[in-house]
């Protein structure tokens, strides 16, 4: 269990450079319209295994495929993995609707429907959004 989450972990963290560094530099990213949710999502544990290995494809496919994709960085709790929560930068409203339409998010979708235990998708804004750029600068 340890080698996977290290390996997890990993794989999450390239996930967030690959996703955050190179799309942020186009001065063409409005930051008001950016759609930033987080997703809660519990996972049956006969299942974990399965469900991060289809949730990293999907996150990895979205960050390199979809131009609207800021970034999908899914992270669990430390002491309970079965709790994995995903933050959800889409550069505004219309890509998301697009991501919803892909061919790897219908996959992770219906192939991950049987594992999920519950799922809350919570909207976000921003207090300042001024320092998402500078935040994502420093990586």
Not at 3 to 16: F, P, R, S
Not at 64 to 83: C, H, K, R, S, W
Not at 88 to 101: F, G, P, T, V
Request: neutral net charge; glycine residues 2%; hydrophobic residues 40%.
């Amino acid at each position: 269990m340890k080698l996977i989450k290290t390996v997890i972990w990993a794989n999450l963290m390239g996930l967030l450079l690959v996703s955050c560094t190179p799309k942020l530099s186009p001065p063409s990213l409005d930051q008001e319209k950016m759609m930033v949710r987080i997703s809660e999502i519990e996972i049956d544990s006969n299942y974990l295994d399965d469900y991060n290995k289809i949730l990293m494809e999907e996150a990895a496919a979205s960050v390199q495929l979809e131009e609207g994709v800021i970034a999908i960085f899914p992270m669990y709790q430390v002491d309970n993995p079965t709790q994995v929560r995903i933050l959800e930068i889409y550069k505004n409203d219309a890509s998301y609707k697009s991501h919803l339409q892909t061919p790897h998010f219908k996959h992770y979708k219906t192939s991950t429907l049987h594992m999920v235990k519950s799922l809350k998708l919570i909207d976000m804004k921003s207090l300042d959004s001024a320092s998402m750029k500078l935040i994502f600068e420093k990586m």
